[in-house]
């Protein structure tokens, strides 16, 4: 298995501009999360989806960020627009979840988000 | 979100035990304690979790107190390779979120 995949690694756009990342998770992993890292704030836990479906998104900034996660096997998180202080690292991870158990995730390399 | 404490930073010499510390009085009984590090520029891996018990794998042992307000992970002989941030969370059955506190950035020294 090639772990979940983010994709950009890196990207560097203007302020203004409409920034789009992209995850697939494990095939067979039903629940997904994005988290934010910066030096600041630490790991922070975005949104996550199980089943394709948003169950929690209070971790979401503002309205400016958007996630989606259309099938099992791919999810996004749009920034629009992107302002310099949304430069941070950004992580996908994935997880088999039964009820209320989680069977551990497994994060991506992670998207390094540099808004100039 | 059930809160962790846990050191900033902790220093160890190569070869040598480490025992990272976290506190977690406020668990419930059927919160798990999940380990995960964190290397340069990569995404957290996880590391080791237990419940109640004790518990060992190919990386690091995992050893939890009688009353399970504290646990210890213990890396039995550190590498250079161990050099990461090292993060104590609880899994609680309410939700399926993982929080990630500050962590403990471990330092190991040649």
């Known amino acids: 298995d090639a772990g979940v995949i983010q994709s950009p690694r890196h990207e560097v756009t203007e302020m203004g501009q409409e920034v789009t990342l992209r995850c697939k998770p494990i095939?067979?992993?039903?629940?997904l999360f994005w988290y934010r890292q910066t030096m600041m704030r630490g790991l922070e836990l975005l949104i996550y989806?199980?089943?394709?479906?948003?169950?929690?998104d209070s971790g979401m900034p503002e309205d400016r960020f958007s996630a989606k996660m259309p099938n099992a096997s791919f999810s996004t998180l749009k920034i629009q627009p992107s302002e310099p202080r949304d430069s941070a690292v950004y992580f996908c991870?994935?997880?088999?979840?039964?009820?209320?158990?989680?069977?551990?995730?497994?994060f991506g390399s992670g998207t390094r988000l540099t808004v100039v | 979100d059930a809160k962790t404490t846990q050191p900033n930073s902790m220093e160890s010499n190569e070869e040598e035990p480490v025992h990272l510390p976290c506190n977690h009085s406020?668990?419930?009984?059927?919160?798990?304690i999940h380990w995960y590090r964190q290397l340069p520029s990569q995404g957290p891996e996880y590391v080791i979790h237990g419940l109640t018990s004790n518990v060992n794998n190919r990386m690091a042992s995992l050893a939890i107190a009688e009353d399970r307000k504290s646990s210890t992970l213990i890396l039995h002989r550190a590498t250079l390779r161990d050099a990461a941030v090292y993060y104590c969370?609880?899994?609680?059955?309410?939700?399926?979120?993982?929080?990630f506190g500050t962590g403990t950035s471990l330092t190991v020294i040649p």
């Open positions: 406020t668990i419930s009984g059927t919160d798990y």
């Open positions: 989806f199980n089943n394709n479906v948003p169950i929690d």
């Open positions: 991870a994935s997880s088999f979840t039964v009820g209320p158990r989680d069977y551990g995730y497994t």
């Open positions: 969370i609880l899994e609680q059955l309410t939700g399926n979120q993982f929080y």
């Open positions: 095939s067979g992993h039903n629940s």
